[in-house]
């Protein structure tokens, strides 16, 4: 399908990433499928009855593979769909069904879970299935679960019945983190007298709320004082935050550039940064990051610089160091597949996949760095949207979801 092709789909923009692109196209996909299997006298429109019909159908599939069938009547959820009143569905009322991607990873969970089959989970059967994947994650050298089974159980088991539902089961999964605040968000949040500037007195009042908000929860408070925040802010000095100044605090500072990497490590200014002066920032680096509350390094400066000296001179040039302010480019899509994909099948087998991620995980521990936080069959369910058991190049496509969320704007006051 060409761009144009895919523009003309509802809901796509020729601005949309691939990832938004990729998504709104399966979703059109789905509905396509839907349309074509409900509308029975192809007229264009689904009838009340013909959507009974799926439904009917669809529950019978269900039970006989020993799922729950849906907890809404089909004249329930007909009418819910049908937005106009008028006792059709057209192709895009019938595509409010199809956002939803089909529910295999939360069948497949199921059955992993209810061992005894009887359409339910008891907290034995969650325990002994959460210890099992544990020990397959320590045999591979990842992190245990930091939240015991009986919580997690716990958490999931929404009505109390010490059972967990189908429907419970399906709210396993991995939220998105939330979005950061946006400038105008903000910009209300600490704008106290609504004058379209924040005075020093409203960002502190604001940030002390914060910091007392985050202490009740058990969070951390603000690694950087307040005061330091706002003067850091204040680009004109005038002692009050615009929209624009305010900004700044929704969205990262930008990367260093070549520049001035260079001017900070090259002390004697001679054009070229020898291992002492390497070091010496580095230290000077490590120890402020340490006094503000961040995380030191993880690779020693040492092996960082030889990493860098590509001509072994023991002197970094400022092509050489200009790499500190230019992280590589994550490789294609494409090439990655060519990569990981051993028996060139054009897909990921799970084996190909955990095979990949246990070999990521033993060079992040040969450098000293952190292993994955996610055991590798639980990301691959994630991705298998379709749960064929292969990841397909448009699966690899979608766009990963951050390991974590990003910090809050209290983290930063």
Do not use: W, Y
């Not at 509308?39 to 006989?64: L, N, P, R, V």
């Not at 089959?117 to 002994?128: D, K, Q």
């Not at 490590?286 to 503000?292: P, S, T």
């Amino acid at each position: 399908m060409t761009i144009s092709g895919i523009s003309s789909i509802q809901g796509i923009s020729p601005t949309d990433t691939q990832g938004d692109m990729i998504r709104a196209v399966q979703q059109h996909r789905r509905t396509v499928r839907a349309m074509t299997d409900l509308d029975s006298d192809k007229s264009g429109g689904i009838s009340s009855e013909e959507f009974a019909a799926g439904a009917q159908k669809m529950k019978e599939k269900a039970a006989a593979q020993g799922l729950p069938g849906p907890q809404k009547s089909p004249e329930e959820v007909f009418a819910e769909l049908d937005k106009n009143g008028d006792s059709s569905l057209s192709f895009e009322e019938l595509a409010e069904i199809a956002k939803n991607p089909p529910p295999g990873q939360a069948i497949r969970r199921m059955k992993r879970l209810d061992a005894d089959e009887n359409g339910e989970v008891s907290e034995e059967e969650f325990t002994a299935e959460r210890e099992a994947r544990a020990a397959q994650a320590a045999a591979l050298g990842l992190p245990a679960p930091q939240t015991s089974a009986a919580e997690a159980f716990a958490n999931l088991d929404k009505d109390g019945n010490s059972t967990l539902s189908f429907q419970e089961v399906a709210a396993i999964g991995h939220p998105r983190p939330p979005q950061p605040p946006s400038p105008g968000q903000m910009m209300k949040q600490f704008d106290a007298d609504q004058s379209g500037s924040i005075s020093s007195e409203e960002f502190l009042t604001e940030a002390q709320r914060m910091a007392d908000n985050a202490a009740a929860n058990g969070l951390p408070g603000p690694r950087i004082p307040p005061a330091e925040v706002f003067a850091s802010l204040d680009k004109n000095g005038d002692s009050s935050l615009s929209f624009e100044e305010l900004a700044a605090l929704a969205k990262p500072p930008p990367p260093p550039s070549p520049g001035q990497v260079m001017k900070q490590f090259d002390a004697d200014q001679s054009g070229s940064v020898s291992s002492e002066e390497f070091l010496t920032e580095a230290q000077r680096m490590a120890e402020h990051a340490a006094a503000n509350g961040l995380p030191s390094p993880q690779v020693p400066p040492e092996e960082v610089f030889a990493s860098l000296d590509k001509n072994g001179d023991s002197s970094l040039s400022f092509q050489e160091l200009s790499v500190l302010a230019r992280p590589p480019k994550p490789p294609p899509m494409q090439q990655i597949l060519n990569q990981v994909d051993t028996d060139k099948s054009g897909n990921l087998s799970l084996e190909e996949f955990t095979a990949e991620a246990k070999r990521l995980a033993e060079r992040a521990e040969a450098l000293g760095l952190p292993g994955p936080q996610r055991p590798a069959e639980e990301v691959f369910a994630e991705l298998d949207q379709n749960g064929d058991q292969i990841l397909s190049f448009e699966e690899l496509a979608a766009p990963a979801k951050p390991p974590a969320p990003p910090a809050p704007p209290s983290g930063a006051v």
